[in-house]
């Protein structure tokens, strides 16, 4: 009885064994879970390894440091603090209050109106007469005397209704101050007062134009500058003295 060879023939193509599809599937599978867990575990450590965020300063502080760069005269630091004040809260108060005065002594006056306006808005009853006295006097430095005047009126006007007598006293000086326009009657009734104040300076250097003296002139437009003060006689020296001294720079 003959057997039959299940070896090839000599000079027949060898078969190449059928792959066994079970164990490929399981290969395959056991690859994507050894990346997938790889994937993991570096996300974890990357996790790990970064620093943590520092949590941010209170709003207090914030407007604490913009403040006391303002009152150092230094209003371009103020005004980037302020600003990122009211970018974490566009409804700060205190944010748009000062960073409206910081803009005011920087010469940029339309803007400070707007940021005036907003924290008129959000004033407490408390706080509405500085608030408007404010905006009074941005209206000033921007040589509007219609519109400061009808601010100033707005705060006499609450302060009598509040029987608050000598509050509505000083509105009627700041009143009467927005329409003054004789500078040697001004300086009659000032010669007394405070030679820091930044009006009597302007004062004393037109006094010095008219004297014929424009060094002494434009010592005292400097001094103008020099003063931090966001009061009614600060609005109304300080853009003339701006431009003043602009106009020496520019001859």
């Not at 407490?124 to 009074?136: E, I, Y």
């Not at 006293?169 to 300086?187: C, F, K």
Request: hydrophobic residues 40%; glycine residues 6%; charged residues 25%.
């Amino acid at each position: 009885m003959s057997t039959i060879s299940n070896r090839p023939k000599c000079g027949s193509p060898r078969v190449s064994p059928i792959p066994d599809c079970r164990f490929t599937n399981v290969h395959n599978g056991g690859m994507r879970y050894l990346r997938l867990g790889a994937t993991v575990v570096l996300v974890l450590f990357v996790a790990a390894c970064r620093t943590p965020a520092e949590p941010l300063p209170p709003m207090s502080s914030v407007i604490a440091e913009a403040r006391r760069l303002d009152l150092a005269g230094d209003q371009p630091g103020a005004i980037t603090i302020f600003r990122q004040a009211l970018e974490r809260d566009e409804a700060s108060y205190q944010a748009h209050y000062g960073l409206a005065r910081a803009l005011d002594l920087e010469g940029h006056y339309d803007e400070a109106r707007q940021h005036l306006s907003r924290a008129i808005e959000l004033s407490s009853d408390a706080d509405r007469d500085q608030t408007l006295r404010m905006m009074g006097i941005a209206w000033t430095f921007a040589g509007r005397t219609d519109e400061a005047a009808g601010a100033f009126k707005d705060v006499f006007d609450r302060r009598v209704e509040a029987g608050n007598m000598p509050g509505a006293a000083d509105e009627a000086n700041e009143l009467g101050r927005v329409y003054l326009e004789e500078y040697q009657a001004a300086l009659d009734h000032l010669a007394s007062a405070d030679d820091a104040d930044p009006f009597i300076l302007l004062l004393m250097a037109q006094a010095s134009e008219k004297l014929g003296d424009a060094d002494g002139a434009s010592d005292y437009y400097r001094k103008v500058l020099t003063s931090n003060s966001h009061a009614i006689n600060a609005a109304f020296a300080r853009p003339v003295a701006r431009e003043k001294i602009a106009a020496d720079g520019k001859n």
